[in-house]
T-cell receptor, first 117, second 111 residues
Framework: EAGVVQSPRYKIIEKKQPVAFWCNPISGHNTLYWYRQNLGQGPELLIRYENEEAVDDSQLPKDRFSAERLKGVDSTLKIQPAELGDSAVYLCASSDFRRLAGYNEQFFGPGTRLTVL | SQQGEEDPQALSIQEGENATMNCSYK?????LQWYRQNSGRGLVHLILIRSNEREKHSGRLRVTLDTSKKSSSLLITASRAADTASYFCATEEEYGNKLVFGAGTILRVKS
Protein backbone atom coordinates (compact mmCIF):
# COMPACT_ATOMS: atom_id res chain seq x y z
CA GLU A 1 0.00 0.00 0.00
CA ALA A 2 1.37 3.42 -0.95
CA GLY A 3 2.06 5.88 1.82
CA VAL A 4 1.40 9.59 1.87
CA VAL A 5 2.81 11.16 -1.28
CA GLN A 6 4.10 14.72 -1.40
CA SER A 7 5.57 16.79 -4.16
CA PRO A 8 7.86 18.45 -4.80
CA ARG A 9 10.47 17.17 -2.33
CA TYR A 10 12.51 20.34 -2.54
CA LYS A 11 11.70 23.87 -3.64
CA ILE A 12 13.87 26.97 -3.77
CA ILE A 13 12.24 30.30 -4.53
CA GLU A 14 12.91 33.98 -4.08
CA LYS A 15 10.92 35.96 -1.55
CA LYS A 16 7.63 37.39 -2.75
CA GLN A 17 7.19 34.50 -5.19
CA PRO A 18 4.26 32.08 -4.86
CA VAL A 19 4.73 28.39 -4.12
CA ALA A 20 2.44 25.38 -3.89
CA PHE A 21 2.77 21.97 -2.31
CA TRP A 22 0.74 18.91 -3.15
CA CYS A 23 -0.25 15.95 -1.01
CA ASN A 24 -2.01 12.68 -1.75
CA PRO A 25 -3.04 10.87 1.45
CA ILE A 26 -3.32 7.17 2.08
CA SER A 27 -6.36 5.77 0.32
CA GLY A 28 -9.39 5.76 2.57
CA HIS A 29 -8.01 8.21 5.12
CA ASN A 30 -10.60 10.92 5.63
CA THR A 31 -8.45 13.23 7.76
CA LEU A 32 -5.58 15.20 6.26
CA TYR A 33 -3.12 17.50 8.01
CA TRP A 34 -0.57 20.06 6.93
CA TYR A 35 2.30 20.76 9.33
CA ARG A 36 5.26 23.10 9.22
CA GLN A 37 8.51 21.95 10.77
CA ASN A 38 11.21 24.53 11.44
CA LEU A 39 14.79 23.43 11.83
CA GLY A 40 15.37 21.77 15.17
CA GLN A 41 11.70 21.83 16.12
CA GLY A 42 8.77 19.46 16.06
CA PRO A 43 5.98 19.81 13.51
CA GLU A 44 3.32 22.44 14.13
CA LEU A 45 -0.16 22.00 12.75
CA LEU A 46 -1.24 24.48 10.08
CA ILE A 47 -4.57 23.01 9.05
CA ARG A 48 -6.64 19.86 9.47
CA TYR A 49 -9.27 18.58 7.07
CA GLU A 50 -11.99 16.05 7.65
CA ASN A 51 -13.04 15.12 4.14
CA GLU A 52 -13.42 18.43 2.31
CA GLU A 53 -13.97 20.54 5.41
CA ALA A 54 -11.20 22.47 7.12
CA VAL A 55 -12.04 21.81 10.78
CA ASP A 56 -8.98 23.43 12.36
CA ASP A 57 -7.14 26.23 10.57
CA SER A 58 -6.44 28.37 13.62
CA GLN A 59 -2.67 28.18 13.07
CA LEU A 60 -2.76 28.97 9.36
CA PRO A 61 -1.46 32.49 8.55
CA LYS A 62 -4.41 33.38 6.39
CA ASP A 63 -2.94 36.54 4.94
CA ARG A 64 -0.54 34.55 2.80
CA PHE A 65 -1.34 30.86 3.22
CA SER A 66 -4.25 29.01 1.67
CA ALA A 67 -5.18 25.36 1.35
CA GLU A 68 -7.77 23.29 -0.37
CA ARG A 69 -8.86 19.69 -0.42
CA LEU A 70 -11.21 19.29 -3.32
CA LYS A 71 -13.23 16.06 -3.40
CA GLY A 72 -11.85 15.15 0.00
CA VAL A 73 -8.79 13.34 -1.37
CA ASP A 74 -5.61 15.16 -2.32
CA SER A 75 -4.75 18.61 -1.07
CA THR A 76 -2.75 21.68 -2.04
CA LEU A 77 -1.10 24.18 0.30
CA LYS A 78 -0.15 27.54 -1.18
CA ILE A 79 1.94 30.45 0.03
CA GLN A 80 1.64 33.78 -1.74
CA PRO A 81 3.81 35.74 -1.40
CA ALA A 82 6.55 33.76 0.33
CA GLU A 83 8.71 35.39 2.98
CA LEU A 84 12.17 34.47 4.25
CA GLY A 85 10.66 33.12 7.46
CA ASP A 86 8.63 30.57 5.53
CA SER A 87 11.72 28.44 4.94
CA ALA A 88 10.87 25.11 6.58
CA VAL A 89 9.79 21.57 5.85
CA TYR A 90 6.09 21.25 5.06
CA LEU A 91 4.71 17.88 6.07
CA CYS A 92 1.45 16.31 5.08
CA ALA A 93 -0.13 13.55 7.16
CA SER A 94 -3.31 11.52 7.01
CA SER A 95 -5.25 9.38 9.42
CA ASP A 96 -8.28 7.21 9.73
CA PHE A 97 -9.55 8.62 12.99
CA ARG A 98 -10.94 5.66 14.81
CA ARG A 99 -13.71 7.34 16.67
CA LEU A 100 -14.80 4.19 18.41
CA ALA A 101 -11.32 3.55 19.73
CA GLY A 102 -10.82 7.24 20.35
CA TYR A 103 -7.26 7.62 19.20
CA ASN A 104 -5.50 9.05 16.21
CA GLU A 105 -2.37 7.62 14.57
CA GLN A 106 -1.07 9.83 11.82
CA PHE A 107 0.92 8.72 8.78
CA PHE A 108 3.36 11.28 7.43
CA GLY A 109 4.69 11.97 3.98
CA PRO A 110 8.40 12.74 3.37
CA GLY A 111 7.77 16.48 3.34
CA THR A 112 8.70 19.37 1.06
CA ARG A 113 11.77 21.33 2.06
CA LEU A 114 11.18 24.98 1.14
CA THR A 115 14.02 27.48 0.94
CA VAL A 116 13.11 31.12 0.44
CA LEU A 117 16.02 33.33 -0.69
CA SER B 1 3.16 26.72 20.22
CA GLN B 2 4.54 23.34 21.24
CA GLN B 3 3.09 21.36 24.07
CA GLY B 4 5.85 18.99 24.99
CA GLU B 5 9.44 19.37 25.94
CA GLU B 6 11.82 16.51 25.38
CA ASP B 7 14.85 15.85 27.50
CA PRO B 8 17.66 15.51 26.65
CA GLN B 9 17.87 17.54 23.47
CA ALA B 10 20.59 15.21 22.21
CA LEU B 11 21.86 11.80 23.28
CA SER B 12 24.85 9.83 22.07
CA ILE B 13 25.32 6.18 23.09
CA GLN B 14 27.14 3.04 22.00
CA GLU B 15 25.39 0.26 20.15
CA GLY B 16 23.88 -2.20 22.58
CA GLU B 17 23.24 0.37 25.30
CA ASN B 18 19.79 1.53 26.34
CA ALA B 19 18.48 4.99 25.44
CA THR B 20 15.98 6.87 27.56
CA MET B 21 14.15 10.00 26.42
CA ASN B 22 11.73 12.01 28.49
CA CYS B 23 8.80 14.20 27.56
CA SER B 24 6.84 16.65 29.64
CA TYR B 25 3.58 18.30 28.63
CA LYS B 26 1.24 20.95 29.96
CA UNK B 27 -2.43 20.12 29.51
CA UNK B 28 -4.75 17.17 30.01
CA UNK B 29 -4.42 14.60 27.26
CA UNK B 30 -6.32 11.72 25.67
CA UNK B 31 -3.14 9.91 24.71
CA LEU B 32 0.56 10.43 24.09
CA GLN B 33 2.42 9.13 21.06
CA TRP B 34 6.07 8.77 20.12
CA TYR B 35 7.32 9.28 16.57
CA ARG B 36 10.72 8.78 14.95
CA GLN B 37 12.14 10.93 12.16
CA ASN B 38 15.18 9.88 10.19
CA SER B 39 17.22 12.61 8.55
CA GLY B 40 15.33 14.10 5.62
CA ARG B 41 12.35 11.84 6.06
CA GLY B 42 8.82 12.07 7.37
CA LEU B 43 7.78 10.95 10.83
CA VAL B 44 7.00 7.33 11.63
CA HIS B 45 4.60 6.38 14.42
CA LEU B 46 6.24 4.18 17.06
CA ILE B 47 3.85 3.69 19.93
CA LEU B 48 0.75 5.17 21.58
CA ILE B 49 -0.15 5.14 25.25
CA ARG B 50 -3.58 6.16 26.47
CA SER B 51 -4.11 8.43 29.44
CA ASN B 52 -5.44 5.54 31.55
CA GLU B 53 -2.37 3.39 30.86
CA ARG B 54 0.89 3.57 32.79
CA GLU B 55 3.23 1.42 30.73
CA LYS B 56 3.32 -0.10 27.28
CA HIS B 57 5.79 -2.28 25.39
CA SER B 58 6.41 -2.81 21.69
CA GLY B 59 9.46 -4.85 20.72
CA ARG B 60 12.50 -3.01 22.07
CA LEU B 61 10.41 0.02 23.04
CA ARG B 62 8.98 0.69 26.47
CA VAL B 63 6.86 3.75 27.18
CA THR B 64 5.68 4.99 30.54
CA LEU B 65 3.16 7.69 31.30
CA ASP B 66 2.67 9.58 34.56
CA THR B 67 -0.36 11.83 34.18
CA SER B 68 0.06 13.26 37.67
CA LYS B 69 3.46 14.61 36.65
CA LYS B 70 2.43 15.19 33.04
CA SER B 71 5.44 13.28 31.81
CA SER B 72 6.36 10.27 29.71
CA SER B 73 9.52 8.36 28.94
CA LEU B 74 10.60 6.28 25.98
CA LEU B 75 13.16 3.53 26.55
CA ILE B 76 14.88 1.86 23.62
CA THR B 77 16.71 -1.27 24.75
CA ALA B 78 19.74 -2.82 23.07
CA SER B 79 20.09 0.12 20.69
CA ARG B 80 21.30 -0.30 17.12
CA ALA B 81 22.96 2.11 14.71
CA ALA B 82 19.71 2.12 12.74
CA ASP B 83 17.97 3.71 15.75
CA THR B 84 19.88 6.93 15.04
CA ALA B 85 17.12 9.49 14.46
CA SER B 86 15.12 12.27 16.09
CA TYR B 87 12.38 11.18 18.45
CA PHE B 88 9.29 13.28 19.14
CA CYS B 89 6.54 12.94 21.65
CA ALA B 90 3.11 14.16 20.63
CA THR B 91 0.01 14.61 22.72
CA GLU B 92 -3.56 14.31 21.62
CA GLU B 93 -5.67 16.67 23.68
CA GLU B 94 -8.82 15.45 25.24
CA TYR B 95 -11.84 15.22 22.97
CA GLY B 96 -9.85 16.63 20.09
CA ASN B 97 -8.15 15.24 17.06
CA LYS B 98 -5.07 17.41 17.16
CA LEU B 99 -1.50 16.25 17.84
CA VAL B 100 0.86 18.70 19.49
CA PHE B 101 4.54 17.83 19.13
CA GLY B 102 7.53 18.55 21.29
CA ALA B 103 10.88 19.74 19.97
CA GLY B 104 12.40 16.26 19.89
CA THR B 105 15.47 14.39 21.09
CA ILE B 106 18.28 13.67 18.65
CA LEU B 107 19.62 10.16 19.28
CA ARG B 108 22.93 9.01 17.86
CA VAL B 109 23.90 5.37 18.24
CA LYS B 110 27.56 4.73 17.54
CA SER B 111 28.65 1.34 16.18
Amino acid sequence: EAGVVQSPRYKIIEKKQPVAFWCNPISGHNTLYWYRQNLGQGPELLIRYENEEAVDDSQLPKDRFSAERLKGVDSTLKIQPAELGDSAVYLCASSDFRRLAGYNEQFFGPGTRLTVL
Amino acid sequence: SQQGEEDPQALSIQEGENATMNCSYKTSINNLQWYRQNSGRGLVHLILIRSNEREKHSGRLRVTLDTSKKSSSLLITASRAADTASYFCATEEEYGNKLVFGAGTILRVKS
